[in-house]
């Protein structure tokens, strides 16, 4: 069963300072990752967009990492700021399919609170 | 350049009626999928519609159907609403269902079921 596993659940970060947040997966076949952030009761937004050759991706002060030999991956943020507070979400996508393309396998999520 | 767009935003209903969500996919996508996310979870896939055709399920009940528009525009709907059927429903597109990249959401319509 393809499963997407995130921790920690919750975080409390003060602004300024940096975190790491994980996601364990076992997907098959793995096509790529991504990560999301989701405000609350707001659609995901995509931060970064991994395929199976790629290690390392940034967007601005997040930084995802892939090492898919040991099927993980994180979400580094560097010097957090109040607007960073959301939900964090992993997704692995899986594929193809003959009959039915890709199936998006969902974490759920890491919520983040950084506080002043 | 719209993105995804989602109407109504909010919706209360009660247990026993039936709703109707709406979709429009963003400029040059023509694959949309449907997401349910609970309180506090993932969003869990409910199906795909490309080409007016339903590509893929997941583990819903055949009270969710939907339905694509030949402008790639789409329908959810929800027959004998359940109390448990609360939760914002969040739509994707992407281009073509082949293909795995690309996923763009909406903001999501929150369905209260009362």
């Known amino acids: 069963k393809n499963q997407v596993e995130q921790s920690p659940q919750s975080l409390i970060i003060l602004e300024g300072k940096n975190c790491t947040l994980q996601c364990n997966y076992t997907v098959s076949p793995f096509s790529n990752l991504r990560w999301y952030k989701q405000d609350t009761g707001r659609g995901p937004v995509s931060l970064t967009i991994m395929t199976f050759s790629e290690n390392t991706k940034s967007n601005g002060r997040y930084t995802a990492t892939l090492d898919a030999d040991t099927k993980q991956s994180s979400l580094h943020i560097t010097a957090s700021q109040l607007s960073d507070s959301a939900s964090y979400i992993c997704v692995v996508s899986a594929g193809p399919y003959s009959n039915s393309g890709y199936a998006l396998n969902f974490g759920k999520g890491t919520s983040l609170l950084v506080t002043p | 350049d719209a993105g995804v767009t989602q109407s109504p935003t909010h919706l209360i209903k009660t247990r026993g009626q039936q709703v109707t969500l709406r979709c429009s996919p963003k400029?040059?996508?023509?694959?949309v999928s449907w997401y349910q996310q609970a309180l506090g979870q993932g969003p869990q896939f409910i199906f795909q519609?490309?080409?007016?055709?339903?590509?893929q399920r997941g583990n819903f009940p055949d009270r969710f159907s939907g339905h694509q528009f030949p402008n790639y525009s789409s329908e959810l709907n929800v027959n004998a609403l359940l109390l448990g059927d609360s939760a914002l429903y969040l739509c994707?597109?992407?281009?073509?269902?082949?293909?795995?990249?690309?996923?763009?959401f909406g903001s999501g319509t929150r369905l209260t079921v009362v």
């Open positions: 994707a597109s992407s281009l073509d269902w082949r293909q795995g990249h690309g996923y763009t």
């Open positions: 400029s040059g996508h023509d694959t």
């Open positions: 519609y490309y080409e007016e055709e339903e590509r």
